[in-house]
């Protein structure tokens, strides 16, 4: 299928810029998610590592104090104040094999939890010993408590609850981050999740849990799938208690701002083509419209109307090129204007040359009748009665009338040519050339054998210029079979389904293959100089074609020629080509 060059241009534009858009959106999103991510792995981590240092700093700070508190045992509330938070102190020693408890304080104010509920996780203080401190997660009911147990001697170990968010502030981070505190086994000691604290969860199987209560290093990033989502996560070791800190960030809300990146930049690179292709739309048809106009002129000119210009808006290349257009179109009608006249001289020439090779039997067919008209005036000048006067007066009236239709049908002939069509019986237009060259051919000695078929079908056409191609037919066969010993001419028309046809067969020595092909080309002839111009059957060709028949030969050498003439009914013209073509469309040289 044939595209306009304005949907090409559109649809390339449009292909383009949407390619250029899923390059681009591919690639930036490419850079732009792995950048984001190494960055949010770096920011991850940092942030469990300070939130691991911070806690590491409070539990130095508690661990200090409660260990001195074990050594120097003074008052509780000497020692410890507000920041601390401690909500109970317990003091064991070591008794042999037994840990003893030497002293069990509650600050004032503290959740009645802290003091009534029974201690559920046992404290293993040989542990706390090796281990030097120990954080658990104590919570009691609705109380979130954490318990920090530190050996201040090698046989004194103090034991204190405080509030987990003394330890860890879990909320303290930006609100798209989660940042939490899990003991040395993976469970939970802060937490922004209250009841996660109170539950005692086990976070373990936590990939990221996983990894930093496995890893020797201090601290590790991971990326994790759970059930409740993607996480982006990393994980920090406290120094004191082996406590984990981790941080995390669900991967959805982490690349909000890259999706809302791509989002934008889809709606405006969609904006982008919507105007790009508006543009292109607007610029193409600025383009293809004079084109199309041009198109419509050439087809305009095509159908003969030459000198037809095209209508000029744009400037530019294509007003230039319209410009040009136009002085072609102009410079066109011009030469075929000169080419018609040319062409009107040669079609006149050439009937002037036939009507020099018909003048001998045109003069005899005059002189008979003027012989008459003067034997007759002689005779009526001696006649005795007017009776007799007037019989001699009929006979030279008579003589001169034929003599006159002679040279009437010689004037109509050799008149230079109009252009009118009519509607013509086709046997009266060949009889006319019969008769035209009917005594030339006597003269020659040729034979005429004339059929005219019944019920023909009209044609339309101009009758001179048709009589004209016959007489050409009729003379080039007779030259042809001069010096032959039987010089035969058959005229034969015929009807039928394809119009009205015309052969003229001749008994001569035939046209050689070679020479068929290039007898309708102009100037083309075999007869001696001075007899032949070669213009005949080129004029004729020309004529038969503007009429829109055909004319062609069939020949054997040595067998004669036949050329036959085959033109469309009046009625078959009116419905193919509504306007008939004129005269001037003679194309005679042009072949
Ligand atoms: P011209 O008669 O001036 O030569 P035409 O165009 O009428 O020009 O004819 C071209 C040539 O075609 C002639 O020279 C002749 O060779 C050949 N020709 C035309 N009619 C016949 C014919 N009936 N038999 C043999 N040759 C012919």
Redesign the pocket.
């Known amino acids: 299928m044939r595209r306009s060059i304005r949907y090409q241009m559109v649809g390339l534009v449009g292909l383009m810029l949407v390619g250029a858009l899923a390059v681009y959106l591919f690639l930036a999103n490419g850079i732009v998610g792995s950048d984001k991510l190494s960055s949010l792995r770096d920011v991850t981590e940092v942030l469990a590592r300070t939130a691991a240092g911070q806690v590491d700093a409070s539990l130095d700070a508690l661990g200090g104090k409660l260990r001195y508190f074990g050594r120097a045992r003074p008052e509780p509330l000497t020692l410890f104040d507000e920041a601390d938070g401690v909500l109970s102190l317990k003091l064991y020693q070591r008794s042999g094999t037994e840990w003893v408890e030497l002293m069990s304080w509650v600050a004032d104010g503290a959740p009645t939890a802290v003091g009534d509920s029974p201690d559920l996780t046992p404290l293993q203080l040989d542990l706390v010993k090796v281990a030097g401190m120990v954080v658990q997660n104590v919570s009691v009911g609705g109380t979130a408590l954490a318990r920090i147990t530190v050996a201040a001697t090698d046989e004194v170990v103090v034991s204190a609850k405080v509030r987990p968010d003394r330890l860890l502030r879990p909320g303290g981070a930006h609100p798209m981050y989660r940042v939490y505190l899990l003991d040395a086994g993976g469970q939970v000691l802060a937490h922004l999740d209250a009841a996660k604290v109170l539950s005692r969860a086990d976070l373990a199987a936590l990939p990221v849990v996983n990894d930093a209560l496995r890893a020797e290093g201090p601290a590790g990033a991971s990326e994790y799938r759970s059930a409740e989502g993607d996480f982006i996560a990393a994980w920090a070791r406290t120094a004191k208690a082996q406590l984990v800190v981790v941080a995390e960030a669900p991967r959805e809300e982490a690349f909000r701002a890259t999706r809302q990146l791509t989002t934008r930049a889809l709606v405006f690179g969609a904006a982008m083509i919507g105007l790009a292709v508006g543009l292109a739309i607007y610029f193409s048809r600025r383009v293809s419209q004079p084109l199309l106009a041009l198109e419509q002129t050439i087809k305009r000119i095509a159908h003969g109307e030459l000198g037809a210009e095209v209508e000029m808006k744009s400037t530019a290349e294509i007003g230039s090129l319209a410009e040009s257009f136009n002085q072609m179109s102009r410079e066109l009608a011009r030469r075929s204007e000169e080419l018609d006249q040319k062409n009107q001289q040669l079609v006149q020439s050439e009937k002037m040359s036939a009507i020099g090779e018909l003048s001998a039997g045109l003069a005899h067919e005059v002189k008979n009748p003027m012989v008459g008209i003067v034997g007759f005036a002689q005779l009526g000048q001696e006649s005795t009665s007017l009776d007799e006067a007037r019989e001699y007066f009929a006979l030279i009236d008579s003589d001169a009338q034929r003599a006159n239709g002679i040279l009437q049908n010689l004037l109509e002939f050799a008149r230079p040519p109009d252009v009118e069509q009519e509607v013509l019986e086709f046997n009266q237009v060949v009889q006319g050339a019969v008769r035209l060259t009917a005594h030339q051919l006597q003269l020659n000695g040729v034979r005429m054998h004339v059929e005219y078929a019944d019920g023909l079908p009209k044609i339309r056409g101009n009758g001179n210029q048709l009589r004209q191609v016959l007489l050409?037919l009729l003379m080039?066969?007779s030259?042809?079979m001069e010096g032959a010993l039987e010089k035969h001419l058959y005229v034969q028309t015929k009807g039928g389904d394809a119009g009205a046809q015309v052969s003229v067969r001749?008994v001569?020595?035939?046209?050689a293959p070679e020479?068929q092909a290039r007898?309708f080309e102009p100037f083309?002839?075999?007869?001696p100089r001075g007899k032949?111009?070669?213009?005949?059957?080129?004029v004729s060709r020309s004529i038969i074609e503007a009429h829109r028949g055909e004319i062609r030969v069939e020949?054997e050498l040595g067998k004669g020629?036949t050329?036959f003439i085959r033109l469309p009914s009046a009625d078959e013209l009116r419905e193919s080509a509504p306007a008939f073509p004129e005269v001037d469309d003679l194309k005679a040289t042009r072949h």
């Open positions: 050409n080039n066969a030259q042809a001749d001569g020595p035939g046209i020479a007898i083309f002839t075999t007869k032949g111009t070669g213009l005949g059957l080129s020949s020629a050329f």
